[in-house]
């Protein structure tokens, strides 16, 4: 069964994306995937929406919600620019999936839809640098994933790639942010990992480190010097081991879980 979409979305002349809310009447709109004139409909029922002139036409809606969010981008990403505001591009970070975003819309930074940066591929929308080299490309997902060849070609050229994946509820966002799902090439824990993640890392590399220096010492006052994989070690004694963070933490987390488990009773 095919239903017809209410498009929260169509484009003014000449490349304008406009927001059923902010659409006005009286000035024409037009379908993002066929290029054919739309009206609003207020209806009393259904949400105010988009609508072919024609009556329902079979138009590619996937392609319309892909040029969309495109368009939506674009304008956002333009307006911040030229008001000095922000246009965050986000993505998960590798450790916790929490986005890590940042503003891509500095001044006299650029974005162009369908050009080509990496050899062989037309990118959705590519955001350039003041000094017109590309700092990150923006693929907007809808239906199926990049081709293997592309994706490819974007990880031999090492440009930065944030796959957004746009649906009718969210497109209006995409006029502050464009959030992807997943992101290829990013290099540096700075920017694989949010701070949350980062912070954990350091915690426990400290740990780590204690824990090696705390072994080193033992055996040191034990006479034996380094570790010698032919020379079984005396066994620490329970004060040796209380030393070690890692396990005076489970001790007393096992001391936590055992009088839980006796107040239970009790
Ligand atoms: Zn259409
Ligand atoms: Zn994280």
Request: contains cysteine; aromatic residues 6%.
């Amino acid at each position: 069964m095919v239903t017809e979409i209410l498009y929260p979305v169509a484009y003014a002349r000449p490349h304008e994306a406009v927001h059923i809310e902010d659409a006005r009447r009286g000035r024409p709109h037009f379908c993002f995937g066929c290029d054919r004139e739309m009206v609003i409909r207020h209806g009393r029922i259904r949400r105010p929406h988009f609508a072919h002139k024609a009556g329902f036409v079979q138009c590619e809606k996937d392609n319309t919600l892909h040029e969309a969010a495109k368009a939506f981008i674009r304008q956002g990403f333009l307006h911040a620019v030229a008001t000095g505001g922000e246009y965050q591009v986000g993505y998960p970070c590798e450790g916790c999936e929490a986005p890590i975003s940042v503003n891509v819309a500095i001044e006299s930074a650029n974005i162009a839809s369908e050009k080509t940066v990496v050899k062989g591929t037309r990118s959705d929308l590519i955001v350039f640098q003041p000094d017109g080299s590309p700092r990150i490309i923006i693929e907007v997902v809808v239906t199926h994933d990049l081709e293997s060849d592309t994706k490819q070609r974007y990880e031999e050229a090492n440009y930065p790639v944030v796959m957004v994946k746009p649906s009718w509820e969210t497109l209006p966002d995409l006029r502050r942010a464009a959030i992807g799902s997943r992101i290829l090439n990013i290099k540096g824990d700075k920017h694989r990992y949010c701070n949350d993640c980062r912070n954990i890392q350091k915690k426990k590399a400290a740990a780590r480190a204690e824990e090696a220096e705390i072994y080193r010492r033992i055996e040191q006052v034990n006479g034996r010097g380094p570790r010698s994989p032919h020379e079984p070690l005396k066994p620490l004694t329970e004060e040796d081991l209380m030393r070690i963070p890692a396990y005076a933490n489970a001790k007393a987390k096992a001391k936590r879980l055992g009088s839980g488990v006796k107040r239970e009773r009790g």
